[in-house]
């Protein structure tokens, strides 16, 4: 036998070897329900059927089972991502790889403008000649606000890798605001004077930060009249430094540094928080326990509600407020807290009477702020469902 016969050979050996092993271990390793770093559930094993087997939908069944389920699964994925972005890939599913180590996701064109902004018109239509049940406001309904907020793509434009064109979101935004005919907010432009301080979007996800939604709660108290608080007279608390969000899960790059998140609280508020859909009552606005899990984004407001009632004994007003949002509005809501006596949260994609009718029912309710982030107001299945 000649040393290129031994050589194949032992190649052969080896890779044979190297398959048996991996095969070996697919079916012995533990099969995880949930990918942490992907943030979804993943496939299952599917079962035998017949009809599936004639169309081919059990073989694509095994196919995402095998995917799924791949030994070293996330080390090939994070492998792939670095060896992309060390041939200069600066976009990854929908995410651009940005300056200052930024990961931002890319807008796509608004395709349901007309649509969204017919919705929400059809909503103040609805509220109309609605009496606020106040002495500050009597004989008045209740005041209309429609902020849509920019995301990191807007704000960080000058962060995105060279030639990158995206669409003006706040082009599709004053569109929304003209046809939809409620009194904007617009806190774009303070975002943008901001933009170089600290943080106002995560580098890893797609929301803003708490430093962010400060921001978006100023311009709102400009608007409706209120001081607002400072934030050296709230109490800050860096709850996590390992938040690594939606936008990480899409890139595959497994090694990036994670995000803080700091909560803010304010010591002159007593609250009183109570989840309808749950029936628990609570006197924060924070669910700590998502600090030690993936989504650590949802300690605020306890992640997803239907309908949150929150009280605040010592408000700086007797006023009502109905807050009709995107995940976005989460983490404005502890600034928002201290100027209203009530705030009734409404996540519309689970509450399913329609706030219009809610308000309508509580005439207590002064003020309605509907909160969307521009990525979202699109496809947003909760804003069809606004009344």
Request: with cysteine; net charge negative; charged share 25%.
């Amino acid at each position: 036998m000649t040393n290129a016969q031994r050589i194949r050979r032992v190649t052969a050996g080896l890779l044979a070897g190297m398959i048996l092993a991996l095969a070996i271990g697919f079916f012995a390793a533990n099969k995880q329900d949930f990918s942490e770093n992907e943030n979804r559930y993943l496939a299952k094993l599917p079962s035998p059927g017949w009809e599936d087997i004639k169309s081919g939908a059990y073989m694509q069944g095994l196919s995402d089972y095998a995917s799924d389920h791949f030994l070293f699964r996330d080390f090939f994925i994070g492998l792939k991502t670095k060896a992309e972005t060390a041939l200069g890939r600066k976009e990854i599913n929908g995410v651009y790889i940005a300056g200052d180590g930024y990961l931002i996701e890319a807008y796509k064109s608004a395709e349901n403008t007309e649509r969204i902004a017919g919705i929400l018109k059809s909503f103040a239509q609805e509220l109309e000649g609605q009496e606020a049940d106040t002495q500050e406001t009597e004989g008045q309904e209740p005041r209309l606000r429609l902020m849509l907020v920019p995301t990191a793509v807007y704000v960080y434009e000058d962060r995105l890798p060279a030639h990158v064109q995206t669409k003006n979101q706040m082009e599709t935004a004053e569109a929304v605001y003209r046809a939809a005919g409620i009194v904007p907010i617009d806190c774009s432009q303070a975002l943008l004077e901001q933009k170089n301080g600290e943080p106002l979007y995560y580098r890893t996800d797609h929301h803003w930060t708490t430093r962010g939604a400060y921001e978006g709660y100023r311009v709102f108290c400009e608007n409706m009249g209120f001081e607002a608080v400072p934030l050296m007279e709230m109490a800050a608390e860096t709850v996590t430094e390992d938040f690594r969000g939606t936008i990480y899960s899409k890139t595959g790059d497994y090694s990036r540094k994670g995000d803080s998140i700091t909560i803010y609280t304010n010591p002159a508020d007593r609250l009183t928080v109570s989840y309808l859909d749950t029936g628990e009552v609570t006197d924060s606005l924070y669910n700590l326990e998502y600090t030690e899990k993936k989504d650590k984004y949802s300690l605020f407001l306890d992640n997803l509600h239907s309908l949150i009632e929150i009280t605040n004994e010592t408000a700086g007003s007797d006023r009502e407020l109905a807050l009709i949002k995107d995940s976005y509005a989460n983490s404005m809501v502890p600034f928002l807290a201290h100027h209203y006596k009530k705030i009734y949260v409404f996540d519309t994609r689970y509450y399913k009477q329609g706030p219009s009718a809610f308000i309508k029912e509580h005439p207590g309710i002064t003020d309605v702020l509907i909160l969307y982030n521009m990525n979202t107001l699109d496809s947003d299945l909760g804003i069809r469902g606004i009344y």
